[in-house]
């Protein structure tokens, strides 16, 4: 199976790397590689020879958040449309947080909106040392919907109100605090440390990797159907607001929105 903008690469140990493969974009998030993404998932899932997988992005940047020229788009779409974009946010989301693999994410860059919410599925994310993240959202009159869960699973309801709502950016040091990366490293030392994560899974059974991850979200917080319908709903209504349309064309229009002074 070929993807347009991920790679799925696999090595003989088992080790699959997923890149997201769009570096002049950022590794921004367009509807094209939400289904990639959908289907890789469903691809590493079904593979028995696969051990682990990493996650991590080509070029500069992990992932600046969703493409805004398709948040654009969903603006002149209409409901229906609208509601079913946002569910393919959703449903890639869910595949990768419920991959019956280790889920090692390799954050190589900067990650914002989205970005955040991917490194949020990994069971243990690595970041660089001069990397920025941020829930950038609210500043485009959005908000970080379909990744709530996930974000707020990960840092706890406490964390996630000091970055969730404020937009503001935050470095690799806060993140780590935050609880979104487990560690960070010096770019040049990223390879190996997620080369550390990886070794152990080799030694263990594959079956009981799967169901151990299995019971971590049955006793974790409940992310099931009606979670995200809810969160997809939240989307869908915050993209007909008047905020998010002035904050999407302000950005194109390079202009600071109506809302500050």
């Given at each position: 199976m070929t993807f347009e903008t991920v790679i799925l690469e696999t090595d003989a140990r088992g080790v699959a790397t997923l890149t997201l493969n769009r570096p002049e974009k950022h590794n921004a998030m367009s509807a094209q590689m939400l289904n990639d993404l959908t289907q890789a998932a469903g691809r590493l899932a079904g593979d028995d020879t696969v051990r682990v997988v990493v996650l991590t992005g080509?070029?500069?940047?992990?992932?600046?958040?969703?493409?805004?020229?398709?948040m654009q788009a969903q603006m002149a779409a209409d409901p229906e449309t609208r509601f079913r974009e946002a569910r393919k946010l959703a449903e890639m989301l869910q595949a990768l947080n419920t991959l019956p693999?280790?889920?090692?994410g390799a954050v190589q860059g900067n990650a914002f909106g989205?970005?955040?919410?991917?490194?949020?599925?990994c069971d243990v994310t690595i970041g660089v040392d001069d990397?920025?993240?941020?829930?950038?959202?609210?500043?485009?009159?959005?908000?970080?919907?379909?990744?709530?869960?996930?974000?707020?699973a990960r840092m706890g309801e406490a964390r996630a109100r000091r970055v969730f709502m404020s937009a503001r950016l935050f470095d690799a040091a806060e993140a780590?605090?935050?609880?979104?990366?487990?560690?960070?490293?010096?770019?040049?030392?990223?390879?190996?440390?997620?080369?550390?994560?990886?070794?152990p899974y080799l030694s263990c059974a594959p079956g009981a990797v799967a169901s151990a991850k299995q019971l971590v979200h049955d006793l974790g917080p409940q992310i099931d159907d009606k979670a995200i319908d809810h969160t997809?709903?939240?989307?869908?209504?915050?993209?007909?607001?008047?905020?998010?349309?002035e904050g999407i064309a302000a950005f194109f229009d390079k202009r600071k929105p109506g809302w500050i002074g």
């Open positions: 080509a070029g500069k940047t992990f992932c600046a958040g969703g493409d805004l020229g398709w693999k280790p889920l090692i989205g970005g955040v919410g991917m490194a949020s599925v990397l920025k993240m941020g829930l950038t959202e609210t500043r485009l009159g959005l908000i970080p919907a379909t990744i709530g869960p996930y974000v707020v780590v605090k935050l609880g979104l990366l487990a560690r960070i490293v010096p770019a040049s030392d990223l390879a190996e440390a997620v080369e550390a994560e990886v070794l997809i709903r939240a989307l869908v209504d915050r993209w007909e607001t008047e905020e998010a349309v």
